[in-house]
Each structure stands twice: as C-alpha cells, then as structure tokens.
C-alpha cells in the first residue's frame, strides 16, 4: 500500500495513461503494470507503442508545456502539462518518476514511463 492523496495520485495514472494513448497508433496497446521495487517501494510502469521519446528530448518530457507531437499527423490537442503535472504530484509524495525507450528486436518500440513510491510502513 501507498500512502497518499488518492485523487492526486489517481490524476498520475490518468495523466500517463492519456499520453501514452496520444502517442499509441490505432490498434496499439497500452500496458499498465504495478509491482514491488526493492523493499520498500512500488513500482508503476505504463508502456506503449508508439514511435518512443528521442534521445535529445529525454530529459525535456516532464518540463511544463512541453509537447514533441508530430504536425502532420492526428494526435490531437495537449497542453504539455500532463507529465510535468505528475511529476510535480509523484515528487510530492516522495516519490521518483522516470522515462525510457522500450527496445525491442535491436530497435525501438515505444516508451515506458516508471514511478516509483514508497510503501506504506
């Protein structure tokens, strides 16, 4: 168990599960796992299948209106505020948030966003 203000971690999970359909083509999946880290801690992952983060923009991702969709194609409206939003959340509950490219095959296929909490003592 985690210990937190359930609506605001619940907008975590929507938030992360939203952008990771933004960037999901049709048909594609999208994988919500939660398991234990280490002794004390949880972990979350939400996996898709899109096109993953490049590397130049790794470290931008969870920066306030920040938002690297393609122009020509259909994925929608974003503000860019849904990721710095849950970090901004995670990190208020002592928690880390993360993200990395899904390899698959020699290549990339997708992006996996990782919180991790500390269990409930």
């Known amino acids: 168990m985690v210990r937190g203000m359930e609506l605001r971690l619940g907008q975590v999970l929507r938030n992360l599960i939203d952008n990771a359909l933004s960037f999901s083509p049709d048909g594609g999946t999208v994988r919500?796992?939660?398991?234990?880290?280490?002794?004390?801690?949880?972990?979350?992952?939400?996996?898709?299948?899109g096109p993953g983060i490049p590397a130049e923009n790794m470290a931008d991702i969870f920066k306030r209106f920040y938002s690297q969709r393609p122009v020509d194609e259909t994925f929608g409206q974003?503000?860019?505020?849904?990721?710095?939003?849950?970090?901004?959340?995670?990190?208020?509950?002592?928690g880390a948030i993360l993200a990395q490219n899904r390899a698959e095959g020699g290549g990339i296929s997708g992006a996996r966003l990782i919180v991790r909490l500390r269990r409930d003592a």
Do not use: F, R
């Not at 974003?78 to 002592?94: D, P, R, W, Y």
């Open 32 to 49: 919500v796992t939660l398991e234990p880290s280490g002794g004390d801690s949880w972990q979350m992952s939400v996996d898709d299948d």
């Open 78 to 94: 974003h503000s860019g505020l849904g990721l710095a939003i849950a970090k901004q959340i995670v990190e208020g509950h002592g």
